[in-house]
Structure formats: C-alpha cells, structure tokens
C-alpha cells in the first residue's frame, strides 16, 4: 500500500488521531511511532529497550518527541580524554539511533508488503530536517552531519505527509511545556517542510478531534484512490 506521516508540533493531536484512525479506518492500517520518545515507541530494537531499561532505572530524563533542544546543548568538555569519551558516547548513539530508524522502516516496508497503509507518528526526517539536514548540516556535530545525509539522502519519504496545525497558543495551552516562544518555532519547523515534501497536506487541529479525524481520513482516502483505482464511500470515523 503506502506511506502516510503526521506531523506537526507537541499538543497537535498526532498520536490521538493516529491510534483513532489505525482502528477506525475501513481499511488495514498499521501505526508505527517515528519519533524519539521511547516512552511513546510501539516498536524498538533491543539495543534500544536495553538502553531505555537502564535510563528508566537511572532515573534518567526520557527524551521528548522531537530532536534535541541544541540551544540546551552542553559545551564541549576540555581535555583531550574527555572529549575522546564525548566522540565514543556519541558515535554509539548516532549507531544506535540509525539503526532503530532503519528498524522502523523497515517494519513499514514489512506492512506494505503484506497490504497494509502504514500511519506514521512523526517522522525523522521531518523531525530533524532543521537540526541535521537543513543548509548541509553546517555548524552541527559531525554525528548530526552523518545522521542529516542519511535521512536526506538515503531515508524514504512517506507517500503523504499530514500537518496537523494549530496557533501556538493552543498548542502551548494543551501541552504545558517548553514556551510559547519554543512552540512557535516548533511549529514554523514543520510549516516550512510544505515546500520540501512533494504531497504535504495542512489540517487545522485546532477543531475539535471528530473534525480533524474526519479530514485526515479524507486525504487517506484521495491517496488510496489514486492508488488503488478504487472508489469508496468514505464512512465517518467514530472515536
């Protein structure tokens, strides 16, 4: 079948519409988390629950959604050991990370395989696009240069991006973190992706959860169309 990716900024809805549709929808679908939430993850490589088990244990902070805030990026350490020990920590998080995308993309190749529409939560390369991608990756890490060419060059788009959308101040108000400031600019990140990505569609979250499912199952439905040849009475998607 194909690709469908939601995206958008924290409080837009993505995980509540996409876990709603993947059980509404008259049609086989299967979700899979995209993003770097472990918390949020239905599917993981083991490296990685071994890694989120330690975290867990260590009290450690869960990462959110989205890439890293690299304005609360630490500064390198001084001493040539110590950033050695940098380097290594994070050639095995960029192994890692790669790895568990691919993992992921996998799965969804699986799933189309066999038939099924595959509804991405997130996306990394629309995640990172402005971190690691955007003007070569200049100024980044040589990790995050790594990581931004694999996903420009070598990660597959979705078939259809969705943007869920809404004004920051909803946004802010429904999640309660970060700023308004920090959402905002979240949220003009994934806007400027409607130039990038070849069949990107904008949806207003900011209606109530029955409308914006119904928008979403819409476009869902263009796209299976033009695929398949088959025309479909589209039935309203209940909660």
Known sequence: MFTVALIGADGAGKTTIGRRLEHALPLPVKYVYMGINLDASNHMLPTTRLIY???????IARDEGGPPDRQGAKPRPNGALKRLMLELKSSFRLANRM???WFRQGLAWYYQRRGHIVLFD???FSDYYTHDIA???????????????MLDRLY???????????????LFARK?????ESVEQRRQEYL???KLVTHFEL??????ADDVARAVTELIWDVYRAKTGKSMEIHHVQG
């Not at 088990?53 to 009290?59: E, F, N, Q, S």
């Not at 100024?139 to 240069?145: D, H, K, M, T």
């Not at 949806?203 to 109530?208: F, H, L, T, Y």
């Open 122 to 124: 997130r996306h990394f």
């Open 176 to 180: 309660g973190e970060g700023t308004l």
């Open 135 to 149: 003007n070569g990756g200049k100024g980044r890490p040589l990790a995050s240069r790594i990581h931004g060419l």
């Open 192 to 194: 400027q992706l409607r």
């Open 99 to 101: 790895g568990e995308e």
């Open 156 to 170: 597959p788009k979705p078939d259809l991006v969705i943007c869920l959308d809404a004004p920051a101040e909803i």
């Open 53 to 59: 088990a330690v975290r867990r244990a260590l009290g």
């Open 203 to 208: 949806v207003d979250a900011s209606r109530p």
